[in-house]
């Protein structure tokens, strides 16, 4: 069966399948980007000599990063240069991030915004975002966790790459798209 000839429920309309196969194949091309992108940054850094600083940068070592457990909660707060270009880890869970000072320049899935402190908003399950430090900046996040050590956060937090499926928490729509479909 052809798509123009499948028949949707009023809650569905042809336009309505469409913009969601779009925003997937939308977001399988920012993945490849992404990826691109991050091997082009490590392949540079190398060149320039610049890639022994890589692990502070990405939170290994201590004066870059700070990490703080209280209650069932991890909190990160990272310290970035000015100039700086980070790709940040794939985020397994919705969690609030705070942007406590600077300004920077944040690409997703989503487009390109630039955000300056003090701003606070929501990270949610399947980001992955590229980072232009306009000026100095501290980002914190919090998780939820139970977990005390940072490979055990990292472990249910930090997604190892996009082939886990990252589905929101209402799936409801979709679960009515797929019985509209088995029912044609």
């Known amino acids: 069966m052809a798509l123009t ?4 429920a009023d809650n569905f309309t ?26 082009a940054l490590v392949e540079y850094s190398a060149e320039i000599n610049q890639d022994k600083d890589l692990p502070a940068y990405q ?4 004066g870059y990063v700070k990490h703080s457990f209280a209650d069932g909660q991890y909190i990160r707060a990272i ?27 944040v690409y997703s899935e989503k487009g390109m915004e630039t955000i300056k402190a003090p701003y ?5 399950s399947g980001t992955k975002r590229l980072l232009y430090i306009h000026e ?11 977990k005390l050590t940072l ?31 088995r029912s044609i």
């Open 136 to 146: 100095k900046c501290v980002w914190v996040t919090v998780h939820c966790t139970d």
């Open 59 to 62: 939170g290994y070592e201590e």
């Open 151 to 181: 490979a055990e956060v990292e472990e249910e937090c930090i997604a190892k790459d996009f082939e886990k499926e990252f589905l929101p928490v209402d799936t409801k729509q979709i679960d009515k798209l797929i019985d509209q479909i």
């Open 14 to 39: 042809y336009t309505d399948v469409c913009e969601f196969i779009e925003q997937k194949e939308n977001k399988l091309n920012f993945q490849n980007k992404v990826k691109q992108f991050e091997k």
């Open 79 to 105: 310290t970035m240069p000015k100039g700086m270009v980070i790709a940040t880890k794939i985020h397994n869970q919705n969690h609030p991030f705070f942007v406590m000072k600077g300004k920077c320049s």
């Open 120 to 124: 606070h908003g929501i990270t949610d």
């Open 5 to 8: 000839q499948l028949k949707t």
